[in-house]
């Protein structure tokens, strides 16, 4: 089976169970690392996954996807700095500080961070300190959440 309808497949079947467990599905890939194929779908939930989640879904989804062609399957939390993919993502990231990585310079610019003014019409809009910028979101390696860590005093 190709590369793309793996990835199809699965990603149709995890998307299913993920909803009848109370889950959401957010993305699936398959890589070769070392000579393995590796089947990884990321699913979250409301404050977070945790290995039990992760584990549960793993034998729920596993029998169901045997007829696939991969070697190791495994089932991840995105994390919290998830590059945002889907539409819902952008309008859920709204108002957050993002970077904007791009596949090749525009207007001298690769990496761009700011606020998340939006998505529309294809276009990613970040608000910067030298004002507002809109990327086609098809020249976009990743938009992505900016994680900021607060100093924690010593006493």
Do not use: N, W
Request: charged fraction near 35%; hydrophobic fraction near 35%; aromatic fraction near 8%.
């Amino acid at each position: 089976m190709a590369k793309k309808s793996v990835t199809a497949t699965a990603g149709q079947i995890a998307e299913r169970l993920a909803q009848k467990m109370g889950y959401e599905f957010v993305d699936v890939e398959l890589t070769k690392e070392h000579g393995a194929a590796f089947l990884r779908i990321f699913v979250d939930k409301e404050g977070g996954m945790s290995l039990d989640d992760c584990s549960a879904f793993h034998h729920a989804i596993m029998d169901q996807l045997e007829e696939l062609e991969y070697d190791y399957l495994e089932i991840s939390s995105p994390g919290v700095d998830r590059p945002l993919k889907r539409d819902k993502d952008f309008e859920k990231a709204k108002g957050e500080t993002v970077e904007v990585k791009l596949y090749r310079a525009i207007d001298g610019i690769k990496l761009c961070q700011g606020e998340l003014l939006g998505l529309e019409d294809g276009q990613v809009i970040v608000g910067t300190q030298q004002g507002e910028k809109r990327f086609a979101r098809k020249d976009c390696a990743y938009v992505k959440p900016v994680i900021e860590y607060e100093d924690i005093e010593e006493e």
